[in-house]
């Protein structure tokens, strides 16, 4: 039986008390974890660090192999491909996401990776991983899907854009205010935008501006999860940043997650108490969510900034009539009254 190190644990774990912003103290603990056989508790670890570190590529590499290690190859897959889109230039990154999505019965996509890691890690990665190759473009064969021999090079466009935005990062902001659907085109700019900023971000993981950026592209990718991750981690590093909280608040109800919105929303109202939208689109999110009584303190906030807004004083007389009709235990407070 494997002897357990108790103190090598707890100093591992009282580093990560100590130092909970920086992912090396999560990255050790849980590859410690991992290879003393222990998955769920290296699991935790991990995520732990990604709700509280600011460089998160190489956790979601290690949070990747514990899940292909338990054996859930889509969740293996899903964050290993966060690590490499993170950071593009990561050799062994790009080796495990194309060993792991073989394994996970995905071929073409495996043969893509090692391509890819084969131009990153130059002639010793080719030799390495040559054999791996021959055997995907063969199983893909079989399953009749014949591979490209060589991956198409990215179009002359994204290339440029994934410079300029190298260069400045608030040009991704541009390329994702379209509200309609990407053509094929700006899905590839999108994507090379993305690149950069993540380069960047990995580079200077306490610049907010870069995740919010991130954000966006990633929602005008349709990746919603990303997004909402993106933006979190904008807010972390800068509680007051009301533009990421208001994207926040549109990513949370995207996804259904109105208490979420409700809360940046709520944030929001208190950063800039005079911006009526911010109170009126408070009051809607929390009446949706059920929650009557805050909504109505929310149009009066709105009333107070301005007492003529129809919109906040119809919502108000609809909720307090809600309110009424339901009996005493349903009437709103009365100290404070209308604005």
């Not at 996509?109 to 010793?124: C, H, K, P």
């Not at 935005?165 to 094929?184: F, G, I, M, Y």
């Not at 929001?268 to 408070?282: F, G, K, M, T, Y």
Request: hydrophobic share 40%.
């Amino acid at each position: 039986m494997r002897h357990h190190d108790y103190e090598k644990e707890a100093a591992l774990r009282q580093k990560v008390s100590a130092e909970p912003g920086k992912p090396e103290a999560y990255a050790a603990l849980g590859a410690w974890l991992s290879r003393a056989g222990r998955l769920v508790q290296a699991k935790e670890a991990l995520q732990a660090g990604l709700a509280q570190a600011t460089r998160t590529s190489r956790l979601y590499h290690l949070l990747g192999l514990v899940f292909a290690g338990a054996g859930d190859f889509d969740s293996a897959v899903r964050h290993l491909e966060r690590a490499a889109q993170q950071e593009p230039g990561r050799f062994e990154f790009l080796r495990d996401l194309a060993l792991v999505e073989g394994a996970a019965g995905r071929p073409a996509e495996s043969v893509e990776t090692l391509r890819q890691a084969i131009g990153v890690g130059g002639d010793a990665a080719a030799a390495s991983l040559k054999p791996l190759l021959r055997v995907g473009e063969k199983a893909t064969v079989e399953l009749g899907a014949k591979p490209e021999r060589r991956p198409p090079p990215p179009p002359r466009s994204a290339a440029l854009i994934e410079r300029i935005v190298s260069r400045d990062p608030s040009v991704a902001e541009a390329l994702a205010t379209r509200r309609t659907e990407p053509s094929a085109q700006e899905l590839e700019n999108l994507r090379a935008a993305r690149r950069a900023l993540a380069r960047l971000a990995a580079q200077h993981p306490t610049y907010p501006d870069l995740y919010f950026g991130l954000s966006l592209i990633a929602e005008q990718l349709g990746e919603v999860d990303r997004a909402i991750e993106a933006a979190e981690k904008a807010i972390a590093i800068n509680p007051r940043y009301v533009e990421a909280c208001l994207l926040a608040v549109r990513l949370y109800e995207r996804s259904g997650q109105r208490g979420r919105a409700a809360e940046r929303c709520q944030k929001v109202s208190e950063l800039r108490p005079q911006w009526l939208d911010v109170h009126l689109r408070l009051g809607h999110l929390l009446r949706e969510d059920g929650r009557p009584h805050e909504a109505a303190a929310a149009y009066r906030r709105a009333l107070e900034v301005d007492k003529r807004c129809a919109e906040a004083r119809r919502r108000l007389d609809d909720i307090e009539s809600a309110l009424a009709a339901a009996g005493p235990s349903g009437r709103p407070a009365q100290e404070g009254g209308r604005a």
